[in-house]
Nanobody, 121 residues
Framework: QVQLVESGGGLVQAGGSLRLSCAASGSIFSINDMGWYRQAPGKQRELVATISSGGMSNYADSVKGRFAISRDNAKNTVDLQMNSLKSEDTAVYYC???????????????WGQGTQVTVSS
């Protein structure tokens, strides 16, 4: 069993900051990429940022320069620091991880339950 548990969402005014955290637990052999996605009402889920096990990060154009992703490989955690938040950042944010549960099983995608971020203008 593998679980991803997110925390840190909430309500913030435009221009403010929030930090999201996600912890992976359970039967984990290794983790490849970790990341954050979001889904606004009536829209498809979209990539926000990803980070490889080696620390290479990738961001959606809409959040570049405002958001920063980081991870702690020893703790199997990934964080998303969100600054200069805008109303269009309002969405449910989901943690994602590519996890291998043993030396031979294939890598699988796992998702957290989601955490609401609401930015008021």
């Amino acid at each position: 069993q593998v679980q991803l548990v997110e925390s840190g969402g909430g309500l913030v005014q435009a221009g403010g900051s929030l930090r999201l955290s996600c912890a992976a637990s359970g039967s984990i052999f290794s983790i490849n990429d970790m990341g954050w996605y979001r889904q606004a009402p009536g829209k498809q889920r979209e990539l926000v940022a990803t980070i490889s096990s080696g620390g290479m990060s990738n961001y959606a154009d809409s959040v570049k320069g405002r958001f920063a992703i980081s991870r702690d490989n020893a703790k199997n955690t990934v964080d998303l620091q969100m600054n200069s938040l805008k109303s269009e950042d309002t969405a449910v944010y989901y943690c994602n991880a590519e996890i291998r549960r043993g030396p031979f099983p294939a890598v699988r995608q796992y998702w957290g339950q989601g955490t609401q971020v609401t930015v008021s203008s």
